[in-house]
């Protein structure tokens, strides 16, 4: 029922992007957002489109697995794409009733639309070709630097590391409690909007009442084991910058100037 | 009621790195009346095959019947099916969610819309089945009772709606053994009475042995053994090969029939055991 959703999940294929520092990773799609927005005109995403594709290919997640993330974005970038199309002023192409569609809207409309997509798909790709883990060590070895200034990166890290892993969890719960709460005779998919909610009931305090006996035992257990946050705390795995890290961190930084020059240029 | 499961076949996250074959060709077929118990380790595809009994989820491929409905046909109202099969999970004391006892057991009855009268009947006699006082516990917090008494409490709430077949899948898990006595009691009970349809799912040999009247063994989403117990326990090398094992005492008989071949080793409980023995010893003295 729930297993549909894709968001954030890992796609292991063991390919070069995998093995890839994650500090890396991140900082590559960071740069990636930027150029997306960097870019202006067209010619501009031959340029994104070349850097996206054939980092689709070296990461082997096939490309239609990462269309159908884009799926539940789907409406969001259908609003943006009508709302381009037809309040962007310009030269009148053609009218329907009291919508009028401008070239200057089209060319909007489309150019808008296909920056979000490239937006979730490289980002995607990010959390596909990443594991959860090596993620949130990415990030806090990211925001190491910021300690100074009084940002808790440990402790935000260890909180996502957390998130993400209790995310199965609680759906493979939702999904159990779900089942026999219909073995029951519970009704969760028909009714108007108040009869609805009334039976999410049956599923959310079960769900709650787990939640929170999870969290009880793992902080339990944490503390067992003499957890108490970052400080002196060595990895069994350090993370390593190599010879394919610093050459992908050239291509982001090409990209980005290709664009920039794109930009001046035209 | 009876049961026929004919070529099922089902795939977890099909067309994904993740794809795994849960059930794989499984046919069972269960009369009516008939004890049945499910056997086999984590993993092995029992939970998944008793959710599609329950028209949870659906056969990748196959087909089911239930009684004279054939449940992965078209159309099928499956409101219809979950009244006539009543599905206990594992840990189900988790499912609970009512202030009260008595309205957590009233809530499969009234899902299936009868009458205050009848729900009251029901939700006392359900409580009388699984050994809970209905006047001491009605008014209580399903949350201040013990793990045994709110396992009961669960399973009350499922037989309230009087399936015709009960699915009970691991209901001793997590019990102390005298928790899983009394449940196992009053599922042979209860069995006895109305003579329903019942699944009991295990890991374990020993709660199943002395209870059901066929055992159907399962590895690897596939059935790999069923039968009488006797029968299936005379495949221990077998059963052991795919991490089960036979009764403890099962074993030890088996053990005593290598030192004399006279003693018969079909044995499935202690009391049996101790019939057959004294007969080993009779027959020696006279000799």
Known sequence: MLKDITIGQHYPTGSAIHKMDPRVKIIITFIYIV????????????????????????????????????????????????????????????????????????????????????????????????????????????????????????????????????????????????KAQIARGADFESGNLISRAKGLVPLLVPLFISSFRRADELAMAMEARCYRGGENRTRMKELKTQGKDYFALSVGTLLIALLIVNRIWF | MSIKIENVTYIYNPKSPFETKALDGINIEIADGEFIGLIGHTGSGKSTLIQHLNGLIKPTSGKITVGDLVITGEKVKLADLRKKVGLVFQYPEHQLFEETVYKDIAFGPKNLNLSESEIDERVRESMELVKLDFESLKERSPFELSGGQRRRVAIAGVLAMKPDILILDEPTAGLDPRGRDEILEQIKYLHDKYQNTVILVSHSMEDIAKLVDRIIVMHGGKIELQGFPREVFKQSKRLESIGLGIPQITHLMEKLKKVDGSIQEEVLTVEEAKVEILRWIRSNKDA
């Open chain 1, 35 to 178: 150029s997306l927005f960097v870019v202006n005109n067209f010619i501009g995403y031959i340029y994104v489109i070349a850097f996206l594709l054939s980092a689709i290919l070296i990461s082997k997640v096939p490309v239609t697995y990462i269309l159908k993330g884009l799926k539940p974005l789907m409406i969001l970038i259908g609003i943006t794409f009508m709302i381009n199309i037809f309040m962007t002023a310009g030269e009148v192409v053609f009218r329907i009733g009291p919508f009028t569609i401008t070239e200057e809207g089209l060319y909007q409309a489309f150019f808008m639309a296909l920056r979000l997509v490239f937006l979730v798909m490289g980002t995607s790709l990010l959390t596909l070709t990443t594991s959860p883990i090596a993620l949130t060590d990415g990030i806090e070895h990211i925001l190491n630097p910021f300690k100074r200034i009084g940002v808790p990166a440990h402790e935000l890290a260890m909180m996502m590391t957390i998130a993400l892993r209790f995310i199965p969890t609680l759906l493979e719960e939702t999904d159990k409690i779900m």
